[in-house]
């Protein structure tokens, strides 16, 4: 499985992104989609996950403010970021697997990053 990850950008504190995750193939629906992100001289961090049946888990972090979702006729994933932060400032990749879970390596398919960065 390839993904796509698109819609990062530079905004300011406050603004909206939506980021996508497209997939190349049509199974896609049959996986847990992950994003996660990771800000410079940090560690990679869980951000948000749907499972198969759209169920959703967020990191605490971003709770109220990002919404997952999935469009499985389009093979793409969302990560809807509103009321954005400079600490939401981080590479942000989406990732493919089997299993629904906050564990980055529980995921086999990832894409490569896009960038967000917020300005306060």
């Known amino acids: 499985v390839q993904l796509q990850a698109s819609g990062g950008g530079l905004v300011q504190a406050g603004d909206s992104l939506r980021l996508s995750c497209t997939a190349s193939?049509?199974?896609?629906?049959?996986?847990?989609v992950g994003w996660f992100r990771q800000a410079p001289g940090k560690e990679r961090e869980f951000v948000a996950t749907?499972?198969?049946?759209?169920?959703?888990t967020y990191t605490d972090s971003v709770k109220g403010r990002f919404t997952i979702s999935r469009d499985n006729a389009k093979n793409t994933v969302y990560l809807q970021m509103n009321s954005l932060k400079p600490e939401d400032t981080a590479v942000y990749y989406c990732?493919?697997?089997?299993?629904?879970?906050?564990?980055?390596?529980?995921?086999?398919?990832w894409g490569h990053g896009t960038q967000v960065t917020v300005s306060s």
């Open positions: 990732a493919a697997g089997a299993v629904y879970s906050r564990m980055a390596g529980l995921y086999a398919y």
């Open positions: 193939e049509r199974t896609f629906g049959n996986y847990a």
């Open positions: 749907i499972g198969r049946s759209s169920d959703t």
